[in-house]
């Protein structure tokens, strides 16, 4: 019966997980360590992002801006 219940919550958890991983891009500052995903965002919203979690002030080329881009890194 534990067992049953164990695996449960660990698919319940995996699901979650899942699920959250799909709502958007995200920035995590944890321990003044820097954890950033983003699928085909503008470059302009992810410096905005990431400006907001560091306080840095970034620019891009006009020209940049409004591409697509793609990250994954912690």
Same mark, same amino acid.
């Given at each position: 019966?534990i !067992?049953?219940?164990i695996?449960l919550a660990? @698919?319940?958890?995996?699901?979650? #997980?899942?699920?959250?991983?799909?709502?958007? +891009?995200?920035?995590?500052?944890?321990?003044?360590?820097?954890?950033?995903?983003a !699928?085909?965002?503008?470059?302009?919203?992810? @410096?905005?992002?990431?400006?907001? #979690?560091?306080?840095l002030?970034?620019?891009? +080329?006009k020209?940049m801006s409004?591409k697509?881009?793609?990250?994954q890194?912690?």
């Amino acid at each position: 019966m534990i !067992r049953t219940v164990i695996s449960l919550a660990s @698919l319940f958890l995996t699901v979650q #997980a899942g699920i959250a991983a799909d709502n958007g +891009p995200e920035i995590r500052m944890v321990d003044r360590k820097l954890s950033v995903e983003a !699928r085909a965002i503008p470059l302009s919203q992810l @410096l905005r992002m990431f400006d907001v #979690a560091t306080g840095l002030n970034s620019t891009a +080329p006009k020209e940049m801006s409004a591409k697509p881009i793609s990250v994954q890194f912690s």
